[in-house]
């Protein structure tokens, strides 16, 4: 009996084994199918619907690869409702307004070369494009070419589907502002350099390059920008190069392309490493298992197939910036090449971030999901400061002048709170207050007006400071996150202090007799005329109808301002019925985010709400502290169903590094981050009956929503891991224990749920010191 039992068991390991190694790698679910990259590419200056491009890229990719529609140097590359297609570039573009760098293109034509974009461009249809994270391919009309690409992490394989021709053409466009092409016949290669960039670079800034083709060519040639020439290398302000091939019709043409911010030989180690003997299938298919990958954390079911493009279309975006600027050198060690002072060095390095946008939902979503990711992110912090002294507010690939704040606080603050490790937060804490009490290089960077906020408390009008108030209240949200920081690493009580009565500051700024937050003079008068729905001057990029509510660290501190809870609950009411007014006197014209504001409103009835920027998106959970959370739970999927679309248009303002998309990612889910710093996702309303998030620690964290429907939007009441559940926001911890929360829902709010005193978020003023 026992030989027979032996003996069935050693027949049963292979089973076993097979089994066991099955597990250990569970098939993907395939959500690429949902994601449409052109969502927000029918953009232009006047009106952004995203303001995006279709970025095939890996998660996090050092290069990204678009289509390209509009001319070299043009912050909208693509352009949806454009009908030429002149090459596909790599791009590392995080903002239209911020524009690209190291950008070069690759494109294919048949018969005569043709250099310049207008000349080459190519007709297509968008009935012919494919348009996914991980693969993009187009016919060329003009050409009756088929071009597709699909990416690595640095780099990417083009295939190119020639007609039967003698003069079969790939061009290599190496742009302005300083480059090179060399052409290698013998090894059928193309190697250069890129030097063009929208600022924030030191000298010596380059991106080198390699192709290889997978057959010889029979001709090629170069262009200076002026002439062209049998020439196999040249360099010039402007360069492109050429190689010919004899096919036959359907021949495929195979390019490997990689590329190195730190030099040629380490291009082609990019190369060699990402792309080897690998075909195009191959890539393509590990590209798409990376997207893959990255979306099964995060399953979503019971919601519409909109809603479920919308989700992982958004969970895309998310997932692209920052920028991995970082190598692997020939001994597999991790190295970058300095945006800050130009050295190649060792250690994590990201860019291609404006934190005035991402602080509030981008990075709260990465110490949820992404924790080691954060830690890296945190690493390249402590390098960026290192090697320039400063922390980086908007770098792209340096530092940028763009935006107000100081808001590398909320991100490094947040990080650590949260428990999150692996970098020197001695070092990064000495940088925040560094920050917080000096003007930096750029206006951007370090805290333009601080000596009036740190010795009056508000930055005045009439001091020559543009967007004084605004400053004033980030200011004073940052001081709050690096009181808590202060706190968690033991600081000094006196400095502690400090920084908590800066955190009051936005109290300073809070006109009792409009209810608005109101520039203040240096004497101490109020600036007048006082007009609520005035853009700019003041504020950045809204009015005061948006930047009232940037109070993220005490709503209830805010509320008492107003006068109490009930107080609070109706002024909130009035961003949504006040209707969409705006004066533009200070641009002197009316921009686009102004247009947005309207465009909604018009459509979907939001009055001043401004969801297409970002300082009010916050603004509809702030009812969860006044005691009203039904409300939040109408107006957020209100504007999951009405401001999000899978469409090229289906965005209502700018995109901003994935601000937008992790807005509806957060709120689809139920929860939002209104006050990074704090450990709580305040509750809104799920958009999907399930949501299973895989976390890094091994455990998952279920959202479920019973009876949920577009109609069926409110909270009827909720449980906690079988327990009644009465509280309006979720906590970290919570979340990163695993387990679920049930929400029941129907048709009509339920006030009596989370309306309890106890019940209400985390609020500065309410919190015992």
């Not at 012919?128 to 071009?147: C, F, G, M, Q, R």
């Not at 195979?254 to 911010?261: G, I, L, M």
């Not at 240096?522 to 009015?543: C, H, L, N, R, V």
Request: hydrophobic content about 35%.
């Amino acid at each position: 009996m026992r030989l027979f039992n032996y003996f069935s068991l050693l027949l049963a390991l292979p089973l076993m084994y097979s089994c066991a190694q099955k597990e250990e790698k569970p098939q993907l679910e395939d959500f690429t199918k949902y994601v449409s990259t052109q969502v927000g590419s029918l953009s232009d200056f006047r009106l952004s619907t995203g303001n995006t491009y279709p970025a095939v890229a890996t998660p996090f990719g050092m290069n990204f690869w678009t289509p390209q529609t509009n001319e070299n140097g043009d912050g909208w590359a693509y352009m949806y409702q454009k009908d030429s297609i002149n090459g596909i570039k790599q791009t590392h573009q995080p903002s239209p307004w911020i524009n690209d760098y190291a950008a070069f293109s690759i494109f294919p034509m048949t018969g005569e070369v043709k250099f310049k974009e207008k000349e080459r461009q190519s007709k297509y249809s968008h009935d012919t494009e494919i348009a996914k994270p991980h693969y993009y391919s187009v016919n060329l009309d003009t050409y009756k070419t088929k071009a597709e690409v699909a990416p690595t992490t640095r780099g990417a394989i083009f295939q190119f589907t020639f007609p039967e021709t003698k003069d079969a053409i790939v061009l290599v466009d190496a742009y302005h502002k300083g480059s090179s092409v060399k052409i290698i016949p013998g090894e059928n290669k193309i190697v250069g350099y890129v030097k063009n960039n929208s600022g924030g670079v030191p000298d010596n800034f380059a991106n080198y390059y390699v192709i290889e083709f997978d057959k010889p060519f029979t001709t090629q040639g170069t262009w200076n920008g002026k002439e062209a020439s049998e020439a196999l290398e040249v360099n010039a302000e402007r360069t492109a190069g050429y190689v010919k091939f004899d096919t036959k019709a359907g021949e495929v043409i195979t390019a490997k392309v990689a590329s190195s911010f730190i030099s040629a030989e380490q291009a082609q180690i990019n190369l060699d490493r990402e792309l080897g003997n690998k075909t195009f299938a191959q890539v393509k298919q590990e590209a798409k298992d990376e997207w893959n990958t990255e979306f099964n954390r995060l399953k979503v079911k019971g919601g519409s197939e909109r809603s479920m493009q919308n989700f992982y279309t958004s969970m895309y975006r998310t997932l692209l910036f920052p920028r991995k600027f970082y190598e692997y050198d020939k001994d597999n060690k991790l190295v970058h090449y300095s945006p800050y002072n130009g050295e190649v060095l060792p250690g994590y390095m990201f860019t291609d971030n404006g934190f005035w946008d991402t602080f509030r939902a981008v990075f709260p979503f990465f110490t949820v999901m992404y924790p080691e990711l954060n830690s890296h992110i945190m690493q390249g912090l402590v390098n960026t400061y290192n090697e320039s002294g400063w922390l980086p507010e908007w770098a792209s690939p340096g530092h940028r002048d763009c935006m107000i704040g100081s808001n590398s606080a909320s991100l490094i603050a947040d990080s650590y709170l949260k428990g999150i490790r692996g970098y020197d937060i001695n070092t990064l804490y000495t940088a925040i207050i560094k920050n917080s009490n000096n003007h930096g290089p750029l206006g951007s960077v370090g805290r333009m007006g601080v000596d009036y906020y740190n010795d009056l408390g508000y930055i005045p009008y009439d001091v020559g400071i543009h967007e004084n108030t605004a400053r004033t209240l980030e200011y004073a949200y940052a001081d709050f996150t690096i009181m808590k920081l202060a706190e968690e690493l033991g600081r000094p009580q006196e400095e502690i202090d400090l920084f908590a009565k800066r955190a009051q500051n936005y109290k300073n700024v809070f006109d009792p007799s409009t209810n608005f937050m109101r520039a203040k003079m240096k004497d101490g008068s109020w600036q007048t005329p006082f007009i609520p729905e005035a853009w700019g001057g003041a504020f950045t990029e809204g009015s005061s109808w948006h930047y009232t509510w940037s109070v993220f660290h005490d709503p209830a501190g805010l509320g008492d301002l107003m006068g109490g809870q009930e107080a609070f609950a109706a002024k909130i009411d009035s961003i949504f019925s006040t209707p969409s007014i705006a004066n533009h006197d200070y641009y002197g014209f009316e921009i686009h985010e102004i247009t947005e504001m309207k465009v909604a409103d018009e459509k979907y009835g939001t009055g001043q709400y401004a969801h297409g920027n970002q300082p009010i998106q916050h603004g509809i959970y702030l009812y969860n502290y006044a005691g009203q959370p039904w409300k939040a739970q109408k107006w957020v999927r209100k504007v999951l169903k009405d401001l999000y679309s899978p469409t090229p248009d289906g965005l209502c303002g700018d995109e901003d590094n994935g601000q937008t998309s992790a807005w509806y990612v957060f709120s689809a889910l139920g929860m939002y981050p209104v006050a990074p710093g704090t450990s709580e996702y305040v509750i809104g309303s799920p958009e999907f009956g399930e949501a299973e998030m895989q976390l890094e620690n091994g455990k998952s964290f279920k959202v479920i929503a019973n009876n949920n429907s577009e109609e069926n939007v409110y909270i009827q009441s909720a449980t906690l891991n079988g327990q009644p559940f009465n509280k309006t926001f979720l906590t970290h911890e919570q979340i990163m224990a695993g387990g679920e929360i049930v929400f029941e829902m129907g048709a009509t709010p339920n006030k009596s749920w989370g309306t309890a005193a106890d019940s209400a978020p985390y609020s500065m003023s309410r919190e015992k010191r």
